[in-house]
């Protein structure tokens, strides 16, 4: 799966980075708004997912995942602030709250995968 990760902390993008590659995953990683905003526009590249961090340097995740799901793709915000987690549900989008385990993550791939076996527990779903 071709992912597109979006996080400002680095260690953090660099351990889920590390774990989405060894997990067979190819990725490509930023910690910038604007630098996402341009690859997730680039339609050379297909990607299959959208992760990426609600606050960002230069914008903000949803926006990133409002026009990922304008374009049929994917998308999983997480944040740390539990401030953001209402606006997040009041949009319908599907986050998962820091910290999260790798079970939590693997199993929102594995519910957008198609595949056989999806046996994660997923992430937060915004209730309509």
């Known amino acids: 799966m ?3 990760l ?3 902390q680095t260690g953090l993008l660099q351990a ?3 774990a989405l590659t ?3 995953h190819e990725l490509a990683a930023t910690t910038t708004f604007r630098l996402a905003e341009d690859l997730l526009a680039a339609t050379i590249l297909a990607w299959d997912a959208l992760i990426a961090d609600v606050r960002l340097p230069g914008g903000n995740g949803a926006e ?3 026009k990922a799901q304008q374009m049929r793709l994917p998308a999983l915000l997480i944040t740390g602030h539990p401030d953001a987690i209402v606006s997040l549900q ?3 989008l599907t986050y998962l709250r820091k910290p999260f385990s790798l079970t939590e993550l693997t199993g929102w791939l594995n519910n ?3 595949s056989k076996h999806r046996n994660c527990s997923a992430p937060h ?3 309509n």
């Open 2 to 4: 071709r992912i597109l």
């Open 90 to 92: 009041e949009q319908g």
């Open 6 to 8: 979006v996080e400002d």
């Open 22 to 24: 060894e997990a067979g």
């Open 64 to 66: 990133l995942a409002a």
């Open 125 to 127: 779903e915004a209730e």
């Open 112 to 114: 957008i995968a198609p």
């Open 16 to 18: 889920l980075g590390e």
